[in-house]
Antibody, heavy 124, light 108 residues
Framework: EVQLVESGGDLVQPGRSLRLSCAAS????????LHWVRQAPGKGLEWVSG????????AYLDSVRGRFTVSRDNARKSLYLQMNSLRLEDTAFYYC?????????????????WGQGTLVTVSS | DIQMTQSPSSLSASVGDRVTITCRAS??????LNWYQQKPGKAPKLLIY???RLQSGVPSRFSGSGSGTYFTLTISSLQPEDFATYYC??????????FGQGTKVDIK
């Protein structure tokens, strides 16, 4: 059974940093791209970042580029999101999602497994 | 950027009803459209990918259709466990794509 478990969410002040983790199990991490998708409380879904199976391709939502860094460690079966210079508008549940292919640019891409999410609250 | 517009934003229906949700793209996206279901406090769940392909384990009362800019998700006979919010998601413009704003289905 595929499982994705996020951790690291917390209450932080604007301008501070936070690192999210996602522990994966039940599938071969080397075979799939991974993504972060967020959802502000009571709002819709927004893709944040994606990383290909070998970390060779990485992409970000425009509003987080330069502040967030995604990485993965296939040996440790983990995905990470380093979030710097956090803003009020970054407040959201952050979900780790498994892609359907190795690439982040496959047009037939879909997110077939999701974690339960971790809450990041940015507030002074 | 490709904008995805769902309609309606919310609807009320009864168990056994046939429910249709539409999703329009701001430009042609071929069949690169997915549908997800999200229940309160839970993660999204993939229902349909590539416009009409049913994800493994999803009940056959769910179906998707469309191509180009117009897509529909249909629930043939609404069940109590189907009350949730539904999102469309285009991946023509990758990486990541964009989601619709969601359609909340609640009990009439």
């Amino acid at each position: 059974e595929v499982q994705l478990v996020e951790s690291g969410g917390d209450l932080v002040q604007p301008g501070r940093s936070l690192r999210l983790s996602c522990a994966a199990s039940g599938f071969s991490l080397d075979d799939y791209a991974l993504h972060w998708v967020r959802q502000a409380p009571g709002k819709g879904l927004e893709w944040v970042s994606g990383i290909s199976w070998d970390s060779g391709s990485i992409a970000y939502l425009d509003s987080v580029r330069g502040r967030f860094t995604v990485s993965r460690d296939n040996a440790r079966k983990s995905l990470y999101l380093q979030m710097n210079s956090l803003r009020l508008e970054d407040t959201a549940f952050y979900y780790c999602a498994k892609g359907s292919s190795m690439s982040i640019t496959n047009v037939l891409e879909y997110f077939d497994n999701w974690g339960q999410g971790t809450l990041v609250t940015v507030s002074s | 950027d490709i904008q995805m517009t769902q309609s309606p934003s919310s609807l009320s229906a009864s168990v056994g009803d046939r429910v249709t949700i539409t999703c329009r793209a701001s430009q042609i996206i071929s069949i690169y459209l997915n549908w997800y279901q999200q229940k309160p406090g839970k993660a999204p769940k993939l229902l349909i990918y590539a416009a009409s392909r049913l994800q493994s384990g999803v009940p056959s009362r769910f179906s998707g259709s469309g191509s180009g800019t117009y897509f529909t998700l249909t629930i043939s006979s609404l069940q109590p466990e189907d009350f949730a919010t539904y999102y469309c998601h285009q991946t023509y413009n990758t990486p990541g794509g964009t989601f619709g704003q969601g359609t909340k289905v609640d009990i009439k």
